[in-house]
């Protein structure tokens, strides 16, 4: 809802029934953390999860410095938020770098370092796959697999993983690794958005709307009902004809799909 | 190259010192199939594949059998070329369509038919894993694992995989199912490009010249030899840039890259 400021945005859920909320660190930051938290918490609304800390695949020690007081300023606006959750997007290769390996090993290498503090604050991290259409520039960790691999070096209630219906819907293990998620109590956060093509220039804004593409929704959210998860169900949709429109009608436009494609 | 046609084609391999050529059905059938076979034999050339069958995940019996015939007119234009191998990519989910486990069984029960048939022309058929970003539109087999599943089905002389580098250079498997691959003798083909973002809208002409993305290409090919490949390796860009220039100069320019960044 890139076109509603926070106030209009709490105020918006509120009269569409919505009782759950994901936040963007940018937005929220532009309004005031504090202000931000006090708003949402006098509204009844609950925070599902903060967007997102991350993008710590940097090799050189000034990168991996900065990226980690970066994401503890974000777990501390998590906490001030009172977000369960703050989602990590891992980051891309660095700049000429080929080795994917290397990266994703260093992900787990920061978190070491970040995961306890994190926990300290009652900040939970969830592990984002994203599409491996992002591997080289945004995400190195492409499949659950991958981030399950990562987390589970860490005890589950410092280390989750985030699970979107339009980055993992075409890997034939996300029904085995769901499971695993599951079973080790590993899913912090489930998001959906459908997958539509043709795919725009950069590929990073061409989220569907739910109903409008080719994932089976229904059937994604019933493996992440049959995993035990039981937490709020984040529609995450970043597309410009969305964003054109009045935030009132696309929210209402959501709940209904999401009643037709994924209840 | 596709600004040359099939005579520039061939004396461009010649002229350049390359041995082996991967061919498109509809620059040979423009030209002819018979006359393409006789200039590429004369000239010393070897064909190295014949792209493209397969796009039979149709869920009609009336599309099944189209594709079936189409597929059947691939292979004997393969066996005319003396290609070994007819590349085959699976086709995407038929509209509106959201079960990609079943247009991935559809695709095993075509090979059924078409795999022993070819085999009797001298034809290998290649199923080939296109990155997921393809799934919805163009490939439902996306991973090397997936290819191998379905490839298994079969006698590993009628049905082999393609690996690609594009397609599959993230997934932390793909060491592991190059083994599996080698293993049961089942690689037909090599195909290099480089992963370049942005990718352009529409993402199909977004391969990259080699050496310019982040694709460790020479580890990628230093693993198709310890799976035992000594076949011919394909480089295969689809970029209006390259095209946009003259065949000469980018054929040069791909030997010298190969040179350098896979040799």
């Known amino acids: 809802m890139?076109?509603?400021?926070?106030?209009?945005?709490?105020?918006?859920?509120?009269?569409?029934?919505?009782?759950?909320?994901?936040?963007?660190?940018?937005?929220?930051r532009g309004f005031g953390v504090r202000e931000t938290a006090k708003l949402v918490a006098g509204a009844g609304l609950r925070v599902s999860s903060l967007c997102r800390g991350g993008f710590?695949?940097?090799?050189?020690?000034?990168?991996?410095?900065?990226?980690?007081?970066?994401?503890?300023?974000?777990v501390e606006e998590a906490a001030e938020l009172g977000a369960d959750t703050l989602v990590?997007?891992?980051?891309?290769?660095?700049?000429?770098?080929?080795?994917?390996?290397?990266?994703?090993?260093?992900?787990?290498?920061?978190?070491?370092?970040?995961a306890p503090w994190a926990a300290g604050h009652g900040v939970r991290l969830g592990i984002e796959p994203l599409?491996?259409?992002?591997?080289?520039?945004?995400?190195?960790?492409s499949t659950l697999g991958q981030a399950l691999d990562i987390a589970e070096q860490f005890p589950a209630r410092e280390v989750g993983v985030?699970?979107?219906?339009?980055?993992?819907?075409?890997?034939?293990?996300?029904p085995a690794e769901l499971r695993r998620a599951g079973e080790g109590g590993r899913i912090v956060s489930v998001q959906l958005a459908d997958w539509v093509t043709p795919l725009p220039e950069g590929v990073l804004l061409g989220r569907g709307q739910l109903g409008?593409?080719?994932?089976?929704?229904?059937?994604?959210?019933e493996l992440a009902d049959a995993a035990g998860y039981r937490g709020p169900v984040e529609v995450e949709i970043f597309q410009p004809a969305l964003w054109a429109r009045d935030g009132g009608d696309v929210l209402r436009e959501v709940v209904e799909r999401y009643r037709e494609h994924v209840e």
Chains 1, 2 share one sequence.
């Open 2 to 28: 890139r076109q509603w400021s926070v106030p209009e945005l709490v105020a918006g859920c509120v009269s569409a029934g919505v009782g759950a909320v994901g936040l963007w660190r940018d937005p929220v």
């Open 56 to 74: 710590f695949t940097a090799a050189d020690p000034a990168g991996r410095a900065a990226a980690l007081a970066d994401n503890r300023r974000a």
């Open 88 to 114: 990590l997007v891992s980051g891309g290769l660095p700049e000429g770098d080929r080795d994917l390996v290397g990266a994703r090993r260093r992900v787990a290498d920061v978190l070491g370092e970040l």
């Open 131 to 141: 599409h491996p259409m992002f591997a080289s520039d945004r995400c190195v960790v």
């Open 162 to 174: 985030v699970v979107d219906s339009y980055h993992l819907w075409w890997d034939e293990r996300l």
């Open 212 to 221: 409008d593409g080719s994932i089976d929704l229904r059937g994604f959210r």
